[in-house]
């Protein structure tokens, strides 16, 4: 979901059309936590959010380019798109690699040369030797390099990035190529880099530790392009860390959004991702309320204070996590958040300690995935010389695969992860954790509420299904009973929760009796 490129197709040395058919193909992704495959079919919906990083590269080819998207979470990839396109362009993330094997296959028996980028290809260009172009790294500094080369007749293998690129030009998403309403959410982005450097993360890799920042004008333009296009709902900040640079957060961006959001009425709800230490700045939690922020997803990874300084996530160690975790929900701000087993000081009881941290702070969305190491991170590099690693990541942490040789054993490791997630998203625990949410909880005050017809489609589905046919239907009534008498004005928030935790366990369950 971040800027990285492409792939292309059927540009002959020496034969370069002035006018191209470009395709861009994002592959699909597999069944995942994140996927929500089940939790978007109350919703009839295919995909989460679009690809920015393709929509935002397609912003920067030509003008007189023919371009067409084609998302396979969306639909499938048809004879008839490859016959089209002259060139393909592929952007892609380690988790859908089996998926952009098969396109390029394909590409490959049609004759279309391939252009790969994005964090796939980025970081493991070595496995994609049969790909005609390698475009890496962040596609505002080695796409106008490719794309010069190409109308030269003399494009290259391998474009490697230098540096990082400055994004205060970047231009506005092309989002009018997207279906719009095949997606429950948009997506934008205001920052790229964390300031951090955890052991196991590649956004420093990817990004850099330096935030950049978009100027608030650019990042008005691409709302303002939403708003027009008739978008209304869910939009989300992708940056991996959003307070990453206070300073122009707080004194430019967020009082301009304050301003355009109450300009248009409050068409936008937000949500994004941010380090912990944001429970340390009441103002800036006031002005993303303020703006419609309302959710934010918080990489915790783990209660235990050895395996934080062993990871190197500092930001975390030395707080009380449970009363940072209070005090940004406390502001209206839903925290979801990130943990993670399968570090080395953890122990046996760790997995007992990450059930009751998530059940006191009343996370709902609390993604526990298994500790692996992708290729250039610090903890790689370490494992590597250290002789533990196995194999390459497969890119979801939640697929009980491992990369590397955990201290605790490998066997252990796993009982203790399918212990946790039974624990934590078993029907009993989880409306457990969720009523005990909802009795605490003080949502941001609403401007102005709008209904949409596939909200309400998901709250009767959910009744029918939930409601009815599944094994849970009795924790579901009894939760939306005391949801409507308690607190009446949390009723869509409870349903989605239902609806959530129906795709957590059909994502868990296969697991839990092996």
Known sequence: MKIFPLAFTNVQAGNIMMAMNVLLVYPKYPETFWSFKYALKFISKKASFPPLGLITVASLLPEDWNVRLLDLNVRDLAASDLDWADMVM??????????VDQVVERCRQKGIKVVGGGPLFTIDYEEFPHVDHLVLGEGELTLPRFLEDLRKGKAKHLYFPEGFAPIEETPVPAF?????????????????????????????????????????????????????LGWRGGVFFVDDNFIGNRKKLKGEFLPALIDWMKAHRYPFSFFTEASVNLADDEELMELMVRAGFNRVFVGIESPEPESLEECKKFQNVRRDLLKSVEKIQNFGLEVQGGFIVGFDHDKPSTFKSQVEFIRKSKIITAMVGLLNAPKGTRLYKRLMEEGRIISNIT??????????????????????????????????????????????????????????????????????????????????????????????????MAVSFTIYGYHFRKIYEKYWQT
């Open 395 to 492: 890119g979801d942490n939640t697929d009980f695969s491992l990369n590397f040789i955990p201290r605790m054993g490998a066997e252990r490791l796993i009982k203790g992860y399918k212990w946790v997630l039974k624990s934590l998203y078993s029907p009993t625990e989880y409306y457990k954790r969720v009523k005990e949410f909802l009795r605490t909880y003080t949502p941001p005050k609403k401007r102005i509420t709008y209904i949409r017809w596939d909200h309400l489609k998901a709250f009767f589905r959910s009744i029918w299904l939930l409601g009815f046919k599944e094994k849970e239907r009795n924790y579901y009534w009894k939760l939306l009973l005391w949801t409507l008498l308690r607190r009446p004005r949390l009723v869509p």
């Open 90 to 99: 592929i952007s892609a993330m380690r988790v859908q690699k089996k998926s």
């Open 176 to 228: 009018n190529l997207a279906e719009l309403k095949r997606y429950a959410s948009m997506n934008v982005q205001y920052s790229r880099g964390c300031p951090y450097n955890c052991e196991f993360c590649d956004i420093p890799l990817l990004y850099g530790r330096i935030p950049r920042v978009k100027k608030p004008e650019q990042v008005l333009g691409e709302l303002e392009e939403l708003y027009r």
